[in-house]
């Protein structure tokens, strides 16, 4: 059990949007001989799309909209990557991936270095002390000059930095990266599709000037003095406590300083680590399975209309058909078909261990944050949901269509793509996203997943809370005054829908025992 767990890396790739998150996974399934041929994100000349973005309008944006999760084998490693959105809209579901994983790689844009998105992905890696890994991509293409990145990685992330692979030049002059990790030298040919070679070359003889030619050899002995010279030295347990980011440089596009990347990321990359559970802290080699959802996602084979239920394994060993308890509903359930995933291709497996994600079919039991164990009682944290910002009225557009129109909503709010609001006061829907582009994807997957259509209208409301009380007197009050404004969630409880901040600071005023919650998770 404890080899089995030893051998697991669970990690996500995360990025602002365009930095190549969906590039790199890309390159890490050729390399672990998942796929033969990469796919790519944006082409016009290479028919195939990426592996990852499965979902059509992914394949016709060109961007991510959900986090797929894929595994492989590399070098007698076990590996799950999970691929995330980088665009804001869908902030939401990369934050409910990282409490899956046990480490991430951010990934940099060699010409526009940290970005928004980079920021805030950094703070929720911070809160749960995940270990980073950093990737500045597109070295291939002119940026920026690479001590300028490390310091504004340290400024901006908080974090230390330390390289563990060096670029010689970059754009139209990059002729490769120096490992500092293994000491080899790789010399860089442009190739979307294959791996390139690698040269062993010691720094002090001349066989360096033979590779790159003299300015540059001179070049990069300075720069690796200096590195070490600036730069603490590279200790594991430092990175792993999340104290230390090592850095790569590379082309993921190009497949270079990718396969650098994956060597030293099995080595140094931390196995399954104990999860924090709100009884007890679950440790992974526990005898007993227990597990949690992090992700729902509906129709991943169209042919199907099924729900797939993504459970991270926490501890134990997973088995096919045993009885394990649904905590929440208080079920004994089994499972017949668990699956293991490559993004949309999926295959049944017989068992799985901590570390381990795996799809469980979902007609509805689930929901994100529901707890699987042999029999104990424990709740994992929730995963929270934010408060919304945008808000339209979501109406069905074709009467006959109403039963698709509400199974298609049903699912797609169960994934946590956006979140529903029933007005007590009129009946209608509302939906609340945090972005514009989720009101677009709502509305392609209902009519090209459900054959349903729906219209949205405007509605003016500037944010949605959660509230409860202890002074059931004063709720009831509260509920009476605000009736217009009064809506409930998917669960039932109690939200309300304020059309400005006036409105809402005044409701906190003057009802000093009602609990605003700008979270679902309290």
């Not at 990266?177 to 002090?204: A, C, H, M, S, W």
């Not at 079920?331 to 994600?357: C, H, N, V, Y």
């Not at 209608?428 to 392609?444: A, D, H, N, P, S």
């Amino acid at each position: 059990m404890n080899q089995e767990i030893a051998r697991r890396r669970t990690f996500a790739i995360i990025s602002h949007p365009d930095a190549g998150k969906t590039t790199l996974t890309e390159k890490f399934l050729l390399f672990g001989g998942q796929i033969q041929v990469a796919g790519a994100v944006k082409s016009n000349k290479i028919r195939k799309t990426a592996t990852s973005d499965w979902m059509d309008i992914e394949k016709q944006r060109g961007i991510s909209v959900s986090t797929s999760v894929m595994e492989f084998d590399y070098r007698g490693y076990k590996i799950n990557i999970l691929d995330t959105p980088g665009h804001q809209d869908f902030a939401e579901d990369t934050y409910r991936t990282l409490t899956a994983v046990d480490s991430a790689i951010i990934v940099v844009d060699a010409a526009k270095g940290v970005e928004t998105q980079t920021r805030k992905l950094m703070e929720v890696c911070r809160m749960r002390n995940t270990p980073v890994i950093i990737f500045i991509n597109k070295m291939d293409r002119e940026g920026r000059d690479s001590f300028d990145l490390l310091d504004e990685l340290e400024r901006e992330l908080h974090i230390k930095v330390r390289p563990l692979s060096w670029a010689i030049n970059q754009g139209a002059k990059f002729k490769g990266v120096y490992n500092i990790y293994e000491g080899q030298l790789n010399l860089f040919t442009p190739d979307k599709q294959r791996v390139t070679e690698k040269v062993t070359v010691d720094l002090n003889t001349e066989e360096l000037e033979r590779q790159v030619g003299e300015t540059d050899a001179a070049r990069l002995r300075d720069d690796l003095e200096l590195i070490d010279g600036v730069y603490p030295e590279f200790n594991v347990d430092d990175y792993r406590a999340a104290h230390l980011a090592p850095v790569f440089f590379g082309s993921a596009l190009n497949n270079f300083g990718v396969g650098e990347l994956l060597d030293c990321f099995v080595e140094i990359a931390p196995s399954p680590k104990p999860t924090r559970a709100e009884e007890r802290v679950v440790a992974p080699d526990e005898e007993k399975f227990t597990g949690f959802i992090f992700k729902i996602t509906a129709n991943i084979d169209p042919n199907h209309r099924s729900c797939i239920a993504f459970c991270k394994v926490c501890s134990g060993r997973f088995l096919r058909n045993q009885p394990y308890l649904h905590v929440r509903e208080n079920k004994t359930l089994r499972f017949t078909s668990p699956t293991q995933f490559m993004a949309q291709r999926k295959s049944t497996i017989e068992e799985a261990w901590a570390g381990d994600i795996v799809g469980l079919p979902d007609n509805g039991i689930f929901k994100i944050g529901d707890t699987l164990t042999e029999g104990e009682a424990i709740h994992f944290r929730g995963l929270p949901s934010f408060s919304p910002e945008l808000f339209k009225y979501i109406e069905n557009d074709d009467p006959m269509k109403t039963k698709q129109f509400q199974k298609g909503l049903e699912q797609l709010m169960n994934e946590g793509v956006a979140q529903l609001f029933r007005n007590q006061f009129n009946g209608r829907k509302i939906v609340g996203t945090v972005g514009q582009l989720q009101f677009e994807v709502i509305q392609y997957r209902l009519e090209n997943e459900y054959n349903a259509r729906c219209r949205w209208e405007p509605v003016h409301l500037y944010k949605a809370c959660w509230v409860e009380s202890d002074d059931e007197e004063e709720l009831d009050n509260f509920k009476k005054r605000k009736y217009q404004y009064m809506a409930l969630d998917k669960d039932g409880r109690d939200v309300f829908l304020a059309d400005s901040s006036y409105v809402l600071q005044m409701a906190q005023e003057d009802f000093k025992h009602v609990r605003f919650h700008f979270v679902s998770e309290f």
